[in-house]
């Protein structure tokens, strides 16, 4: 039986792939994005999936498209958490916009994902919920302050959310990828990537797929026994 997918931010680079990773395995799925429009709308459709116009910062938008989701399908297997956004200043220079912005989008949006995802997971006493979080809520990095912020917190709420949801057969885990060349990094500054290349032990950047890769692998039968974790995809940036 196909399993019912919804993906924060499918819209491109990581979320896309991810989509695409799990309509390729046969699964339905349902896309919560800002922006009306992407690469991948059409096999979506296709697939017997949805595509929602909606903002992951407002809680009741998500209790809105669980509730289409759940009426439509009865039940919701997989919930990936993706939505993210930067807004990149060394502290000093960080207006009070910028912080609350992407702590609203990278934290408080996965929270109001979850938050409506956990009952319908607890009910049906399954499911798997994969947060993506980042390599810097480990180590920092200069002029990510509220990226950095926003994706340790992710980390907290995967870890709590796995206990609480442990009980009901429901894993969660989290995801830090690297320096992925996604939408986000390909304006970043030459030299910035060089080094981001420099530090990996496998000298190359990593692509959306090599992430999409092991979201769905935490997603199966394999990663049963796998729960409140952090797997890094970085290259050996971090090793």
């Given amino acids: 039986m196909p399993r019912v997918v919804l993906i924060t931010g499918g819209m491109s680079g990581i979320g896309l792939a991810t989509v695409e990773t799990f309509q390729k395995a046969g699964d339905i799925v349902y896309i919560s994005d800002r922006q009306e429009t ?37 039940r919701v297997d997989v919930l990936i958490n993706n939505a993210g956004i930067s807004r990149d200043h060394v502290l000093w220079k960080m207006t009070e916009a910028d912080w609350d912005e992407v702590l609203a989008v990278n934290l408080k ?53 796995a206990r609480e949801l442990g009980p009901s057969n429901v894993n969660v885990n989290a995801v830090a990828p690297g320096m992925i060349e996604t939408g986000l990094t390909k304006d970043l500054p030459e030299d910035v990537l060089a080094k981001s290349r420099q530090e990996a032990a496998l000298g190359r950047l990593g692509l959306p797929q090599d992430v999409a890769e092991v979201i769905f692998f935490l997603c199966s039968e394999q990663a049963r026994h796998i729960t409140g974790q952090v797997i890094v995809v970085d290259g050996g940036q971090t090793a």
């Fill in 109 to 161: 949006g996965a929270f109001n994902y979850l938050r409506a995802a956990a009952p319908v997971l607890r009910q049906q006493r399954s499911g798997k919920v994969v947060n993506v979080s980042s390599i810097n809520a480990l180590r920092g990095k200069m002029g990510l302050a509220n990226y950095a912020a926003s994706k340790a917190g992710l980390i907290a709420l995967t870890r709590t959310a």
């Fill in 38 to 74: 992407f690469p991948g709308q059409a096999v979506v459709r296709a697939c017997g999936g949805k595509f929602f116009t909606s903002d992951v910062r407002d809680f009741n938008a998500a209790e809105k498209v669980l509730g289409q989701i759940t009426g439509e399908r009865g």
